[in-house]
């Protein structure tokens, strides 16, 4: 990590897009994770007022997502004008992701008010939330948030955001443990990630027999 943190940040792209280095991603998210944060979060503001802080850590999530799609091919594209250009390119990424989503939500309100306004008033019972749109339902999302909360309590520092990352991956957004090994700063091949789930999983499940 210290020989990482000295890299300028060019070279640390670099680093990062290169090779499958952790230690390059996690220096990544340590100098540029304020900045992705901030700019979620004012991006949403103005999208919504009223905002979750969950959803500012799922459009971080997001964000760090589109950076790393097909092999990192943003920041392979990116060129670097001068040393602070790379902030610049952030703000934009991280804005684009939230102002997708929020057009992703208009969209869907506004089709199922067309579906609701084709529909004969009274007649049969509305299809319950979730099922055959392939989205979480309401329980799912409320089980979800109720797990974020109790991996607060079992990890701390970058293994708690890679892992809350890999979590989040393969149950909310059906990632195979393959897919998520693909991304290059989770720094685990398959057979960890699925070592990762795995032992969650257990402690989870322990914690909630125990009523904890």
Not at 48 to 65: C, K, M, R
Not at 105 to 125: C, F, I, Y
Not at 147 to 152: A, K
Request: hydrophobic letters at 40%; charged letters at 30%; proline letters at 3%.
């Amino acid at each position: 990590m210290a020989g990482h943190s000295a890299l300028s940040s060019e070279d640390l792209v670099k680093a990062c897009v290169r090779a499958d280095d952790a230690a390059a991603w996690a220096e990544f998210i340590r100098r540029f994770q304020p900045l992705i944060a901030k700019v979620v979060a004012r991006t949403a503001r103005r999208r919504a007022p009223q905002f979750s802080i969950h959803l500012i850590d799922d459009l971080v999530q997001e964000t760090y997502l589109k950076l790393c799609e097909d092999r990192c091919r943003l920041l392979r594209q990116f060129r670097f004008k001068d040393p602070g250009s790379i902030y610049g390119f952030l703000k934009v990424v991280a804005a684009c992701v939230v102002i997708d989503h929020f057009k992703g939500e208009h969209a869907r309100k506004r089709d199922a008010a067309r579906t609701e306004s084709l529909a004969d008033p009274g007649v049969g019972e509305p299809p319950a939330a979730g099922k055959g749109t392939g989205r979480l339902s309401m329980d799912d999302h409320i089980a979800l948030r109720q797990i974020d909360s109790l991996l607060d309590r079992l990890y701390t520092g970058d293994t708690l955001f890679r892992n809350r990352f890999i979590l989040w991956l393969h149950y909310r957004d059906g990632m195979t443990a393959r897919a998520i090994a693909s991304i290059p700063w989770i720094g685990l091949n398959t057979k960890g990630v699925e070592t990762a789930l795995r032992r969650m999983t257990q402690l989870i499940q322990s914690y909630v027999e125990r009523g904890e």
